[in-house]
């Protein structure tokens, strides 16, 4: 199987896992959006924020040395495993101590049995075996699909059963402790490595991971300044309706692009001594990704009522423009993803530290500043938005000034995506399709056509430049190149 082929499986296998347990959580959702209350997601949004932010600021980057490396031993994944779990176990220590003063600050004192059962994730999850960072370096992704999926499916039930008899947000969290206690569980299974404790390669991995772990910490809170900033600001409804919206639009990328680009780094990172080839590399994986998030993007901003009457409910259509301006959330995460990546394999991890700090200073003032001015949730969704639009578009000048991508060549590839998008949106407002009694049925109607029509304006897009070194690269990564319509795309 050629490199290509088997990060083109990877990326699948990654792929159906995020369908997967997206279409589980789905499902979940259904059901938790009609029992529990806005403010339950408020508070379970709270204490995820926490936790994730511990999580992050604990994560030492073991999985991305391991990933980055040419060659690995036992010692090292020895090493890896180690000094992840001591921070871990320090960070764990921290957030259940500090656990009432965050309560405090939230204004929700009765969250602190929470935060502190909550915290225990962090150790679960470091326990998990470091032969996991193997199979991924290695692209062998089988096992992880196996045990993720018996996982999702134990934690779904465990969930629906509590929130069902108990009516409380304590579902979400007791599911979120099972479900970590089964995959790291799981990852003794699919792999003989048995992990001691070990400090030989403790320096080589902490030179390449401070970095790392300082760019983590700041782009996590970056990342999530929006609903730290509403969770302070906002009751627990509103701050419900808001991580709801944003969870929703956000599905997409999390779950189809953010595994599709975990190969990328492992490609890229081949290809870095060859610069031309590594700019065709990320101009056309940035070309691959504007061919799924844009359409997905025009879908959410013009079709918000389909997708929150059949996910969440009746109660929750009062958050539709807050759900139409995520879209541009979704739309600048999917290509910052890309972008970082190719900057990573350049191991430019100091630059990606330095422009987190900048551009959370820059988000922040810009959304406090709002604050001082409009209390509207949805203009305070839309602003959020285009202020990561305008950090995307930041660092994507600066990866043109190392790998000297060509700006220009990249918006005459992917300006046309948008055209097409935006025409099948045209196109559907103006059949107009019958509304069904069942919301389910309107957003299948308006989703498959959409589909359809989008599909065969994008492949006739991609006849029209297939001889374009991106669109060759795309169409052979895709197989789609043994097609006769498609027969000049050869590399």
């Known amino acids: 199987m050629s490199h290509g082929n088997k990060i083109f499986k990877s990326a699948g296998t990654l792929i159906a896992i995020r369908f997967i347990h997206r279409f589980i959580g789905l499902v979940s959702i259904l059901f938790l959006a009609r029992i ?34 040419e060659e690995v031993t036992s010692q090292d994944l020895n090493t890896a495993w180690t000094l992840n779990l001591i921070a871990k176990v320090i960070l764990w220590l921290l957030l259940a101590l500090t656990s009432p003063a965050i309560a405090t600050f939230f204004e929700k004192p009765n969250l602190t049995p929470a935060l502190i059962l909550a915290s225990t994730v962090l150790i679960i999850g470091a326990l998990k075996s470091p032969s996991i960072f193997i199979l991924k370096r290695d692209l062998k992704y089988t096992g992880i699909f ?140 940035l070309y691959a990704t504007a061919t799924v998030a844009v359409p997905i993007f025009f879908f959410i901003w013009h079709f918000p009522i389909p997708i929150l009457e059949t996910i969440l409910g009746e109660q929750w259509l009062d958050t539709e423009k807050i759900l139409s301006f995520m879209a541009l959330l979704f739309l600048y995460f999917s290509f910052i993803l890309v972008i970082e990546q190719a900057l990573l394999a350049l191991q430019k991890v100091k630059l990606l530290f330095y422009f987190d700090i900048l ?86 109607s308006n989703g498959i056509l959409f589909c359809l029509l989008y599909t065969i304006f994008l492949s006739i897009y991609c006849i029209k430049i297939q001889k374009v070194s991106e669109v060759i690269m795309f169409l052979n990564l895709l197989g789609l190149h043994k097609f006769s319509i498609f027969n000049t795309a050869k590399e």
């Open 36 to 69: 529990l209350t806005p403010s339950d997601f408020g508070l379970v949004a709270i204490v995820s924020i926490v936790v994730h932010f511990f999580d992050t600021i604990s994560n030492v980057g073991s999985e991305q040395y391991i990933i980055q490396k």
């Open 146 to 285: 196996k045990i993720s999926i018996i996982q999702k499916v134990i934690s779904f039930f465990t969930v629906i059963v509590i929130a069902f008899y108990y009516r409380s947000y304590w579902a979400l969290i007791i599911g979120e402790i099972i479900s970590g206690i089964i995959f790291s569980l799981g990852t003794y299974f699919i792999h003989p490595h048995r992990p001691k404790l070990r400090f030989i390669q403790l320096k080589e991995q902490w030179s390449f991971s401070q970095w790392l772990l300082l760019k983590g910490i700041v782009g996590y809170t970056r990342s999530q300044i929006d609903t730290l900033i509403v969770a302070k600001f906002f009751p627990a409804g509103q701050l419900g309706k808001y991580q709801m919206n944003r969870d929703l639009a956000m599905m997409p990328s999390h779950n189809i692009l953010a595994p599709a680009s975990e190969p990328l780094l492992t490609a890229l990172r081949s290809t870095r001594s060859d610069i031309n080839r590594f700019r065709i590399q990320t101009s056309a994986s």
């Open 359 to 444: 551009s959370l200073a820059f988000v922040t003032l810009g959304l406090l500043t709002f604050l001082n001015l409009d209390s509207n949730l949805a203009n305070f969704a839309l602003l959020r938005g285009l202020l990561g639009l305008i950090t995307t578009i930041i660092l994507l000048a600066i990866l043109k000034y190392y790998i000297q991508l060509s700006i220009t060549r990249l918006c005459l590839l992917i300006f046309p995506i948008f055209l097409v998008a935006y025409c099948t949106v045209l196109i559907i407002k103006f059949i107009q399709l019958p509304d069904f009694i069942w919301p389910i049925f309107d957003l299948l």
